[in-house]
């Protein structure tokens, strides 16, 4: 079973920078649209970002439009989140995740059906 991997979380200052990357060994990874997710403790997974198969058709999380950029690399079998502007309030586990076939695109959880472990984002005051 193809996994999906993030990196590239850390412990960061306010208004720093960050970039996330997802990768899978998955060969139709290509196929799927994609997203990015969050998870503070105590609360709900949030959506983050989204971008279909193509990569032309992107949605974004009230809270982080205009600070995030979500991207893909279909050669390299990659999506990326680049994260500037962080705030406080951005800690969470980070989590790519791949849509449901079965499902409309759309940045709901439950209409994904495959997720990374996550990545660590810190952001200190």
């Known amino acids: 079973q193809a996994q999906l991997v993030e990196s590239g979380g850390g412990l960061v200052q306010a208004g720093d920078s960050l970039r996330l990357s997802c990768t899978t060994s998955a060969r139709t990874f290509g196929n799927y649209n994609m997203g990015w997710f969050r998870q503070a403790p105590g609360r709900e997974r949030e959506f983050v970002a989204t971008?279909?198969?193509?990569?032309?058709?992107?949605q974004y999380g009230d809270v982080v439009q205009g600070r995030f950029r979500i991207s893909r690399d279909n050669a390299k079998n990659t999506l990326y989140l680049q994260m500037s502007g962080l705030k406080p309030e951005d800690t969470a586990v980070y989590l790519c995740?791949?849509?449901?076939?079965?499902?409309?695109?759309?940045?709901?959880?439950?209409?994904?059906?495959?997720w990374g472990q996550g990545t660590q984002v810190t952001v200190s005051s």
């Open positions: 971008i279909n198969w193509r990569g032309e058709g992107i």
């Open positions: 995740a791949k849509q449901s076939v079965h499902a409309r695109w759309g940045t709901l959880p439950e209409e994904y059906d495959r």
